[in-house]
């Protein structure tokens, strides 16, 4: 039986990677799948090739999703996957000495914001049914400081933080609305696809990249997807307020022997 057969899923930053891969799973278990994204054309030809819907959401902003809210009233399950590092777009590291005010602000405003509005507009889709599951994307780096990537790590940090706001501020108002987060490392997306592709050797790159991940390897989309479907399935109703890690291991310490 199809573990979430005929339940409306909605996924932002659906047209590739991570959100992609979910949306194909999610499909594949019989959910009305809903992708969204701010690339339309990337969108649309990704839901046409699964047989899915999609509308156009930039997640930044409200009236977007107030749009989206009237064209998708009610919804199962939200996946508040799209965010950006926004490390590629002007070349540099975003330390906190030198990093932009306004760079800042426009990763905080994809990434968190985006996740708050993605959160409002679930809570406010399932409450009538009483019942649902908000997955919230977060990362490794919401979970350790990242010198280079300080606007990311703190987006992230702060998307697992609210999340479990969100799972209480529902489970006080006597709804099954679950909230939890998943937290990626080293997974292989376009993202880490365009820092490999000029690599001369691209399988030492690849070591090189996760050579401090115990498992020795990049993760796959495919596998985060699982862990989603586990999430938004109704095996996982106890579920709430928690973060999955899904880092081979690379958060649990050293694997190395003592000495």
């Not at 106890?238 to 003592?258: K, N, R």
Request: with cysteine; aromatic share 6%.
């Amino acid at each position: 039986m199809q573990s979430l057969s005929d339940k409306i899923c909605v996924i932002t930053g659906a047209a590739r990677g991570i959100g992609h891969a979910i949306a194909t799973r999610f499909h594949a278990e019989g959910a009305r799948v809903i992708m969204t994204d701010n690339d339309v054309d990337a969108g649309e030809a990704a839901a046409a090739a699964l047989g899915c819907r999609f509308l156009p959401l930039d997640v930044a902003e409200e009236s977007a999703w107030d749009a989206f809210a009237r064209e998708v009233p009610a919804a199962d399950v939200v996946v508040n996957n799209a965010g950006i590092t926004g490390l590629g777009d002007h070349g540099h590291l975003h330390d906190p000495e030198n990093t932009p005010l306004d760079e800042w602000r426009r990763v905080h405003r994809i990434n968190l914001d985006g996740t708050f509005l993605g959160c409002r507009y679930a809570i406010r889709a399932m409450k009538a049914k009483g019942a649902g599951s908000i997955l919230n994307m977060s990362s490794r780096s919401g979970l350790v400081g990242i010198p280079g990537a300080a606007a990311y790590a703190s987006s992230k940090a702060a998307i697992r933080n609210h999340t479990k706001t969100v799972a209480l501020y529902c489970a006080g108002q006597g709804w099954a609305i679950r909230c939890n987060s998943i937290h990626p490392a080293a997974i292989l997306t376009p993202i880490w696809e365009a820092m490999l592709s000029d690599a001369p050797d691209r399988a030492a790159a690849m070591a090189a990249l996760v050579a401090d991940t115990p498992l020795k390897r990049f993760g796959t989309v495919e596998e985060v997807a699982a862990l989603a479907l586990l999430l938004a399935g109704d095996e996982a109703t106890y579920i709430t307020g928690s973060e999955f890690d899904i880092d081979g291991g690379l958060l649990a310490g050293s694997s190395a022997s003592p000495k």
